[in-house]
């Protein structure tokens, strides 16, 4: 949050490190670039200003590999939530007058990143409902974190992903995320932890 105060919203971009957020899982995409080849296909649900996806084109630039990333997000902010009931995207869609869907895709051509990625401004659910089943290598999730709405996204987007696909999420914590936690926990019992506070379901 204090990286919206340092930079504002119309600071100038270059790299993904210039994006507000609070991102810290590239050993995450730095895995499944290695590990899923050319031809597959990323979706990222829920990018808010486009940190972690303009680090996962990054990182597919930097790796070598023809993979195609798809991001996701109302660009409408997740709300209140978590246990300040934080309204921590408000500022950034206050700015953009109702949405940052603007800033999102200035920061992915800043980044020199708009053929690499895809931006699909939609609802979660409602944007899973465009695509073929089992059509996705590596599905992440990092919307709204409640637990109707993990709940929501996880039936929504398992369908998606191909057999051997991982799908996974940001913030398994449960003291501050228990909603993510509970909600893995009853959809995707299989799924473990992955890194520090992902969570990683690969599909059978
Ligand atoms: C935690 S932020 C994403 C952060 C981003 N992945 C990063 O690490 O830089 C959550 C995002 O989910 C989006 N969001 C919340 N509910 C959503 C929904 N139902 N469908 C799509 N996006 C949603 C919000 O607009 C917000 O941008």
Known sequence: M??????GFDAPV????????????????????????????FVEVGCYLGKSICSLAEAVR?????????????????????RGATNAHGPAVEHGGGTFAGTLHRNVISCGLADSVQLLISDSV?????????????IHIDARHDYPSVCADIAAWAPKVRRGGWL???DYDDYQWPGVVGAVSDALPDAQRWWSTQWRWIKP
């Open 2 to 7: 204090s990286g919206h105060a340092m930079s």
């Open 14 to 41: 270059r790299r993904w490190q210039d994006i507000p957020g609070w991102f810290q899982w590239r050993s995450a995409q730095e895995e499944a670039v290695a590990h899923f080849g050319d031809g597959a296909r």
């Open 62 to 82: 930097v790796g070598g590999r023809d993979i195609a990333i798809l991001g996701v997000d109302t660009a409408q902010g997740s709300g209140p939530e978590g």
């Open 126 to 138: 409602a944007a899973a409902r465009l695509f073929d089943d089992e059509s996705f290598a590596w």
């Open 168 to 170: 996974s999420g940001d």
